[in-house]
T-cell receptor, first 112, second 117 residues
Framework: QQQVKQSPQSLIVQKGGISIINCAYE??????FPWYQQFPGKGPALLIA?????SEKKEGRFTISFNKSAKQFSLHIMDSQPGDSATYFC???????????FGTGTRLQVFP | GAVVSQHPSWVICKSGTSVKIECRSL??????MFWYRQFPKQSLMLMAT?????????EQGVEKDKFLINHASLTLSTLTVTSAHPEDSSFYIC?????????????FGPGTRLTVL
């Protein structure tokens, strides 16, 4: 069964802190793992993505950690800012398709 | 680059009418587009995959005759909600595949809020 589990459902972080969101998948037939950021009333925006041939990818304050054996991947937001307050979705794409299976989402609130 | 637009951004219609939503890739050609619906505070649920020049592939549980999808060109896909009812009220979002290097990435439109009275 193709499913992506995401936690926590909501997260409150103080400005300057680290936000960590975790995702786990059951099916090994995924080869692309993106993270999306969505503000209320807007479409999701691609934040950062990783392929299973690397264990970590960093872009600015955003880092994806990928553990292939555990079938888990996580998003770390360093130096969290109030402007980062949004809903974050992880996703996974099955091999040889462009389809995305989305996680349930995490609502992040960063307080000054 | 990789900008996707949707029109309209919101629409209110009476029960029983049909509503068409357009999805356009503005600065690239997209052979594949996707349609999602999202209920408040929930995740995105894939409705169908749309390929240019061919019939759309619908996900299990999505009514083909109710949600008509047409992908007439490499930059335009449309979703028509036929005989809309209040339970069809939702946020509809499209995305388009964009080739970056050796892989395709999905870029999303801003969404269309449909309210059926």
């Amino acid at each position: 069964q193709q499913q992506v589990k995401q936690s926590p459902q909501s997260l409150i972080v103080q400005k300057g802190g680290i936000s960590i969101i975790n995702c786990a998948y059951e099916n090994t037939a995924f080869d692309y793992f993106p993270w999306y950021q969505q503000f209320p009333g807007k479409g999701p925006a691609l934040l950062i993505a990783i392929r299973p041939d690397v264990s970590e990818k960093k872009e600015g304050r955003f880092t994806i950690s990928f553990n292939k054996s555990a079938k888990q991947f996580s998003l770390h937001i360093m130096d969290s800012q109030p402007g980062d307050s949004a809903t974050y979705f992880c996703a996974a794409s099955p091999y040889n398709t462009d389809k995305l299976i989305f996680g349930t989402g995490t609502r992040l609130q960063v307080f000054p | 680059g990789a900008v996707v637009s949707q029109h309209p951004s919101w629409v209110i219609c009476k029960s029983g009418t049909s509503v068409k939503i357009e999805c356009r890739s503005l600065d690239f050609q997209a052979t594949t587009m996707f349609w999602y619906r999202q209920f408040p505070k929930q995740s995105l649920m894939l409705m169908a995959t749309s390929n240019e020049g061919s019939k759309a592939t619908y996900e299990q549980g999505v009514e083909k005759d109710k949600f008509l999808i047409n992908h007439a060109s490499l930059t335009l896909s449309t979703l028509t909600v036929t005989s809309a009812h209040p339970e069809d009220s939702s946020f509809y979002i499209c995305s388009a595949s964009y080739r970056r290097g050796t892989y395709n990435e999905q870029f999303f439109g801003p969404g269309t809020r449909l309210t059926v009275l």
